[in-house]
């Protein structure tokens, strides 16, 4: 079965620091990543996906991903981050043609110090 | 333009007994995915619907039923309640056509069983 991991439990960052949280998958097959993030008193939102081509991507409020396929990872990366970037992110895969089972990580807890 | 919306908000059950959580897609979506989230812990997939039949299940026991009506609406039914059901229930609407559309999030109910 699909498994998510996520490295770091809680991170704390200095506002203006750069963050990257890491995120691997073990499906060796053909997946579809995302990145997911829950604001505090807020719902799950999507914050950048990948389905093919250019392995970085882009996403929303300054976050970008880079997916390495060899390495079986999607890392989130942000080069300044701000207080309102606290919130709790989630790394997601979806795995394999004709599936629609999301496999999420356990989620990293950023709390942003101003 | 109405995203997903779940009711109740809270719900506390004892032991053994049954419980209905109900969830309204974000609106021209016809797909809905339920997921249980525990303390701590990522969203895991319990099913999706699609066309009113259950599309994938992921690996909850018979325990756990679903309904999705004409309307796109969905119910989600726990018989037998254990304290481990306790968790935050979310609902999650997308378009049909790829698995990999993003999937929207509902706030959840959070169920409590004594």
């Known amino acids: 079965a699909q498994s998510v991991s996520q490295h770091n439990h809680h991170v704390i960052l200095s506002e203006a620091a750069s963050l990257e949280l890491g995120c691997n998958y073990s499906?060796?097959?053909?997946?579809?990543l995302f990145w997911y993030v829950q604001y505090p008193g807020q719902h799950l939102q999507l914050l950048l996906k990948y389905f093919s081509g250019d392995p970085l991507v882009k996403g929303i409020k300054g976050f970008e991903a880079e997916f390495i396929k060899s390495k079986f990872s999607f890392n989130l990366r942000k080069p300044s981050v701000q207080w309102s970037d606290t919130a709790e992110y989630f790394c997601?895969?979806?795995?394999?043609?004709?599936?629609?089972?999301?496999?999420f990580g356990k989620g990293t807890k950023l709390s942003v110090i101003p | 333009d109405a995203g997903v919306t779940q009711s109740p908000t809270h719900l506390i059950k004892t032991r053994g007994q049954q419980v209905t959580l109900r969830c309204s897609p974000k609106?021209?979506?016809?797909?809905v995915s339920w997921y249980q989230q525990a303390l701590g812990q990522g969203p895991q997939f319990i099913f999706q619907?699609?066309?009113?039949?259950?599309?994938q299940r992921g690996n909850f026991p018979d325990r756990f039923s679903g309904h999705q009506f004409p309307n796109y609406s969905s119910e989600l039914n726990v018989n037998a309640l254990l304290l481990g059901d306790s968790a935050l229930y979310l609902c999650?609407?997308?378009?049909?056509?790829?698995?990999?559309?993003?999937?929207?999030f509902g706030p959840g109910t959070r169920l409590t069983v004594l």
């Open positions: 619907y699609y066309e009113e039949e259950e599309r």
């Open positions: 609106s021209g979506h016809d797909t």
């Open positions: 997601a895969v979806l795995s394999g043609a004709g599936s629609y089972q999301l496999t």
């Open positions: 999650a609407s997308s378009l049909p056509r790829e698995a990999y559309n993003e999937q929207f």
């Open positions: 499906y060796g097959g053909t997946v579809n």
